[in-house]
């Protein structure tokens, strides 16, 4: 029987959502259920398998019929061994190989990877970065998550690794990073920091929707707010962009709902600070696929691994 579906699964700190996808990885159907009340690995684990299963029964589907299950992940992962080396904000994690336990448990082939690759193979194959040959993926979050596209194919590194934008330092001295590092972009422009100096200029806490519905109205201590997120970003990617010279860079997750005002000085930031050949041939986008990334990415790495 030819296997027509797909079950791909997006698993962040809190939360899992799962989607059964056609054989284009389009969405059929997709669930969301928290993850924050499992007090396990174990628990976490089983939760998974249950997801799978359920979703089999919904729609009267056997487990032969599976191409296979594809899981985006919150942390480091070995991506050709099936191996989560740790999760930062799971705890209990280390070294678990989540490809062979799941695919013990369901009896379906399991590919595995990190959320941010996932991201960059969704957008690169359906989204925003559809038709480049070179693309640069960048979620912008509580954490700055990256994944290269390069010469169509995504880029993994030596050791899995590769694309961590966020731990690109753009100082010589600056704020230590949780990840051992120090002045890495992350330390400016992630969530926390926009939120400790949203609370620093206005004297209170705001959330960071509002801040940008305020500079969208003009306000111009939020404005300042945002265009100072959207250089220190533009000189991060500025490296980026005379390292791998991409012709597109997608940038996601919910800083970018900032829209026009943190994209266009992004864009001003890059023009100005890259070597020319490269600014002329870079374009900066929004990402298309919203939520939907990661769950529609992880069927893609199915696919992927069959290949
Ligand atoms: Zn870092």
């Known amino acids: 029987m030819a296997k027509k579906h797909i079950i791909g699964i997006d698993l962040g700190g809190t939360n899992l959502k799962i989607a059964l996808l056609d054989r284009s990885c389009r969405i059929i159907h997709k669930h969301t259920q928290p993850t924050d009340i499992l007090a396990s690995k174990e628990m976490l684990i089983t939760a998974i398998a249950d997801a799978i299963t359920r979703i089999l029964s919904l729609y009267n589907l056997t487990r032969s019929g599976i191409m296979g299950v594809g899981l985006g992940l919150p942390g480091p992962i070995d991506f ?22 799941l695919e013990k448990r369901t009896a379906i082939p399991v590919a595995v990877d990190n959320d941010a690759n996932v991201m ?13 040959r070179n693309a640069v993926c960048l ?5 700055v998550g990256g994944g290269l596209i390069l010469d169509g194919r995504l880029f993994r590194g030596s050791s899995y690794a590769a694309g961590e934008i966020g731990h690109i330092p753009v100082n010589e001295k600056g704020p230590a990073c949780n990840c051992g590092g120090i002045a890495c972009l992350e330390s400016y422009i992630g969530n926390r920091r926009i939120a400790q100096k949203v609370k620093a200029v206005f004297g209170k806490d705001i959330p960071l929707e509002e801040v940008s519905a305020m500079a969208h109205r003009g306000n111009r201590k939020a404005l300042a707010i945002w265009e100072s997120v959207a250089v220190h970003l533009g000189v991060g990617l500025t490296a980026v962009v005379n390292l791998l010279n991409p012709d597109c860079i997608v940038i996601g ?10 994209f266009n000085k992004v864009t001003e930031t890059i023009l100005l ?5 490269h600014a002329r041939t870079v374009r900066v986008v929004k990402a298309k696929l919203g939520n939907d990334a990661g769950m529609i990415g992880a ?9």
């Open 80 to 101: 050709d061994r099936g191996i989560v080396h740790f999760f930062p904000n799971i705890p209990g994690w280390k070294d678990v190989p989540l490809q062979k336990i």
């Open 273 to 277: 600070r890259a070597m020319l050949v």
């Open 120 to 132: 960059a193979l969704a957008e690169f194959t359906l989204g925003a970065a559809k038709g480049a």
């Open 139 to 143: 979620t912008l979050g509580t954490g």
């Open 253 to 262: 997750g919910g800083v970018a709902g900032a829209g026009s005002i943190l």
């Open 299 to 307: 069927g893609l790495l199915v696919k992927e691994k069959r290949r």
